[in-house]
């Protein structure tokens, strides 16, 4: 299994631009969730899904829109990118059973915004 | 919404000395308190997490206790090693039965293990 993987890697982009950043999990997880990561500022939620068509927002959603067409992808989308924006994006699932609540994390997408 | 409280941001043990990492939260509905381990350039992976119903709980050299009382809980690593060192985040959240978990964690604290 390859758990929880996102896309691209790195990405530069120009103030204004848009781009949209891939989730994919394999581990069948009806929660997954979108965060953002500054330094000194810890991790914080963007949006978040409870199932295939849902989507919700989190703490800081202001300036993203999220989709969930699929089960297993949660996709992350920046219509006119700004240099506040400028990041690390971590995604994350969840099973949900009482029996376990851990948030597994992808990899990450390291954003600047010039 | 809940705020979460993480002290110190900086700590250095030696190899071998005990690390304690305390964090603070507000909102008393909060149920599920994990910790989470995040090496340099890497994802954070969960070390562990602890319930509400129970005040303390371990894993080898790694502790976490919780007051609910006081609405603070802390991490414990004894035996520490350089392999300890990293970022740790404490987080919280008023988890229920099949709804997602919104975790709202702390700003961090980096952890240097020195030889």
């Known amino acids: 299994n390859a758990g929880v993987t996102q896309t691209p890697k790195f990405r530069v982009l120009k103030t204004g631009q848009s781009m949209t950043l891939l989730c994919a999990q394999d581990?069948?997880?009806?929660?997954m969730y979108w965060y953002r990561q500054d330094p000194g500022m810890g991790l914080r939620l963007i949006h978040y899904s409870v199932g295939e068509g849902t989507t919700a927002k989190g703490e800081v959603p202001d300036g993203y829109n999220v989709s969930r067409l699929k089960k297993q992808n949660f996709l992350l989308g920046l219509e006119s990118a700004a240099p506040s924006q400028t990041s690390v994006y971590f995604c994350?699932?969840?099973?949900?059973?009482?029996?376990?609540?851990?948030?597994?994390f992808g990899p990450g997408t390291r954003l600047t915004v010039t | 919404g809940e705020n979460v409280e993480q002290h110190p941001s900086t700590l250095s043990v030696q190899e071998g000395d005990s690390a304690v990492i305390k964090c603070t939260y507000s909102?008393?509905?909060?149920?599920?308190f994990p910790w989470y381990k995040q090496e340099l350039g890497k994802r954070p992976q969960l070390i562990i997490d602890?319930?509400?119903?129970?005040g303390e709980k371990k894993d080898q050299r790694i502790a976490v206790t919780l007051n609910k009382t006081a609405k603070h809980f802390s991490l414990h690593i004894t035996e520490t090693q350089p392999e300890d060192s990293a970022v740790y985040f404490c987080a919280a959240t008023p988890y229920e039965l099949n709804t997602a978990s919104k975790l709202t964690f702390g700003t961090g604290t980096r952890l240097q293990v020195t030889l």
């Open positions: 994350a699932s969840s099973y949900g059973h009482p029996s376990s609540y851990e948030q597994y």
């Open positions: 602890i319930r509400s119903n129970v």
């Open positions: 581990m069948n997880h009806e929660y």
């Open positions: 909102d008393s509905a909060s149920n599920y």
